[in-house]
């Protein structure tokens, strides 16, 4: 009995060097923090409100591969552990801010850092406008582009997520004017989703459903992804040590962050939200055009460049109703 217990315990052992060295070797291909770091260990643990940024892109050699085609702030309450998912609209109008010298689409600003600095300074120049834009402080941030999140969700297995409305779709503009649909459909009901079918799911734009083309939709839909993926993911322990490797493999050249792998471990549980703060046109954003004719939201009673008070008092207004 002695004998076995002494085999356990080295494999055991033997099983968490292994794993430690793989999540250093990890960390130090996604992560601008050391391995053994952690900024979210005490964060979680206080009374401060939690923000991370979490940016989607597509990547690659193709035109605009680093304009944001996601941008979402994740907000973690730790004193009553709810987590409050904030997207913001592609077409925000950002004028009039600090931290950016220029005017331009929110989504624009991930490119602009991108080409001044590589991604970790797209990802924290747009950390940095957002904090002016919201009045949040984003404390840290999280990129991605497709190939990854299709990789990751492969990496699980694949997801399944309640989709309420079928609708199909296509990717291009001019196909949607002529109600060209051979890019695929979504079923209504209960639908498993591979990488590539979620990742198609997430950003389909141009729909025979009205109310599933737009932001506020794509971003709905996104929630489910991730809200599959955090339970495929499980609650930790053993059972997620396999799941876990095969995110690190999947991960690994697709993501960048300022945050350790032991933070992303933390972060990991706050995936599924707990409500949504939608910046919705009408109530909070206002539509029209910049001077070149192109469609933008600025916030309800701009008065000019910098004018984002009423979009901040209405964040902190909403997020106060968090814990009740």
Do not use: C
């Not at 997207?87 to 689409?105: A, M």
């Not at 079918?197 to 996104?222: G, H, I, K, M, P």
């Not at 001077?291 to 901040?312: C, F, R």
């Amino acid at each position: 009995m002695a004998r076995v217990l002494t085999v356990v315990l080295l494999a055991l052992v033997i099983g968490v060097v292994v794993l430690g060295l793989r999540a250093a070797a990890f960390n130090a291909s996604v992560s601008s923090a050391p391995f053994l770091s952690t900024a979210l260990l005490g964060a979680l643990n206080g009374s401060d409100r939690v923000n991370v940024l979490m940016v989607g892109y597509a990547g690659g050699d193709q035109g605009g591969a680093f304009l944001a085609d996601s941008i979402q702030i994740m907000s973690v309450e730790p004193t009553t552990d709810t987590t409050t998912t904030i997207p913001i609209p592609r077409d925000l109008w950002i004028e009039g801010v600090g931290s950016f010298d220029q005017d331009g689409k929110v989504n624009e600003v991930f490119a602009v850092g991108n080409a001044s600095g590589g991604l970790d300074e797209a990802a924290s120049l747009l950390a940095e406008v957002l904090s002016e834009v919201t009045g949040l402080r984003i404390d840290h941030w999280l990129s991605i582009d497709f190939a990854g999140f299709r990789d990751i969700v492969d990496a699980v297995g694949g997801v399944t997520v309640d989709n309420p409305v079928a609708f199909a779709y296509t990717m291009t503009e001019p196909q949607h004017a002529i109600g060209d649909w051979s890019a695929g459909a979504f079923e209504a009901g209960e639908i498993h989703l591979d990488g590539e079918a979620s990742l198609a799911y997430s950003r389909a734009r141009y729909t025979s459903v009205f109310a599933e083309s737009n932001d506020y939709a794509r971003s709905v839909r996104q929630a489910r992804v991730l809200g599959s993926l955090r339970e495929q993911l499980g609650a930790g322990g053993i059972a997620s040590i396999i799941p876990g490797l095969r995110l690190m493999d999947a991960m690994e050249g697709r993501v960048r962050t300022d945050l350790s792998a032991i933070d992303l471990f933390l972060l990991s549980s706050h995936l599924s939200s707990d409500r949504r703060i939608e910046l919705t046109e009408g109530l909070v954003l206002t539509a029209t055009s910049n001077s070149n004719g192109a469609y933008i939201l600025i916030p309800a009673g701009w008065t000019g460049p910098g004018s984002y008070g009423g979009l901040q008092a209405y964040l902190s207004a909403a997020l106060s109703t968090d814990a009740q």
